[in-house]
């Protein structure tokens, strides 16, 4: 059973950088699937923000292609974000979620999600 | 913003059966699989359909999807009180390179 685990700052001032990881177990990150972020507003939809490969391709949500990185580190089997220039915009719950056991593109496994607050 | 379009609100009475649709277009749900999530209060989304009609292990039979063209449908049949929550379609944009949210539905169950 594969379980996620988001962690990082709850507070990121605006304009800085906000960097979450998300921790894996019950699988390595690099024998397979996909491994994604999707955040949520308070009170609003779902946004992907992007999603890795195990074996290191990224794809990114066009709208925040310019801000966005992640990354893997399969010494830890944890991926992280890293969302730059953050505004109020950028507020939002933070869920980490992988594809591939299934199907490609069906997210079944989620973390807890984590709420990022943007303000000074 | 998002390109695939829900209806904001569906409601029912316990039994009942309760059908939300998605709309998309030839670039996400006209070439690509569809997806349906649930969110309930305070948690995490839970995958529901997957290849627009499959349900995984331990998903009740109570739900269904299906997909016609552009448009795809959730139907909840035997509505009950644990089925309050909020539902979303998603799949892959071929145009946007990436994967779309629908705008969410909230289920009420009266």
């Known amino acids: 059973q594969v379980q996620l685990q988001e962690s990082g700052p709850g507070l990121v001032k605006p304009s800085e950088t906000l960097s979450l990881t998300c921790s894996v177990s019950?699988?390595?990150?690099?024998?397979?699937?996909?491994w994604g972020w999707i955040r949520q507003p308070p009170g609003k939809g779902l946004e992907w923000v992007g999603s890795i490969a195990h074996n290191g391709a990224t794809y990114y949500n066009p709208s925040l292609k310019s801000r966005v990185t992640l990354s893997g580190d399969t010494s830890k089997n944890h991926f992280s974000l890293k969302l730059t220039f953050v505004t109020a915009a950028d507020t939002a719950v933070y869920f980490c979620?992988?594809?591939?056991?299934?199907?490609?593109?069906?997210?079944?496994?989620w973390g807890q999600g984590t709420l990022v607050t943007v303000s000074s | 913003q998002s390109v695939l379009t829900q209806p904001p609100s569906a409601s029912g009475t316990p039994g009942q059966m309760v059908t939300i649709s998605c709309s998309g277009s030839s670039s996400n749900i006209g070439s690509n699989y569809v997806y349906w999530y649930q969110q309930l209060p305070g948690t995490a989304p839970k995958l529901l359909i997957y290849?627009?009609?499959q349900r995984p292990s331990g998903v009740p039979d109570r739900f269904s999807g299906s997909k016609s063209g552009t448009s795809a449908s959730l139907a909840i049949s035997g509505l009950r009180s644990e089925d309050e929550a909020d539902y979303y379609c998603a799949g892959w944009d071929d145009s946007l390179s990436g994967y779309v949210f629908g705008t969410g539905t909230k289920v009420t169950v009266l």
């Open positions: 290849r627009n009609n």
């Open positions: 019950g699988y390595s990150i690099s024998s397979g699937y996909f």
């Open positions: 979620a992988s594809s591939g056991n299934i199907d490609e593109k069906a997210l079944d496994y």
